[in-house]
């Protein structure tokens, strides 16, 4: 069965740090790439970061210097390590395994930034 888990969010003060994992398994088609999304009340998804199979990071403007991505311990993982949070980073983030055959996506963690 295919499945992308996320797991690591949670309620955090504004200046703090979450980090946010995902693991993609199950799929038998290649993975070329995975990354966040994210979704605030009222406003439409957003792509967050992505990391290629190859190494290649790509990050929205509004993280650039305070979101890092990264390869997990594990193949087909990813880590997003998330600093000087703001409020305006509260959001459901989504991880998504993108393949030829279509993107697999998870079904969402809460980040919530107090101010």
């Known amino acids: 069965q295919v499945q992308v888990v996320e797991s690591g969010g949670g309620l955090v003060q504004a200046g703090g740090s979450l980090r946010l994992s995902c693991a993609a398994s199950g799929s038998i088609f290649r993975i070329n790439a995975m990354g966040w999304y994210r979704q605030a009340p009222g406003k439409q998804r957003e792509l967050v970061a992505t990391f290629s199979s190859s190494g290649t990071t790509n990050y929205a403007d509004s993280v650039k210097g305070r979101f890092t991505i990264s390869r997990g311990n594990r193949e087909n993982t990813i880590d997003l390590q998330m600093n000087s949070l703001k409020p305006e980073d509260t959001a459901v983030y989504y991880c998504?395994?993108?393949?030829?055959?279509?993107?697999?996506w998870g079904q969402g963690t809460q980040v919530t930034v107090s101010s």
């Open positions: 998504i395994a993108l393949r030829a055959v279509g993107t697999m």
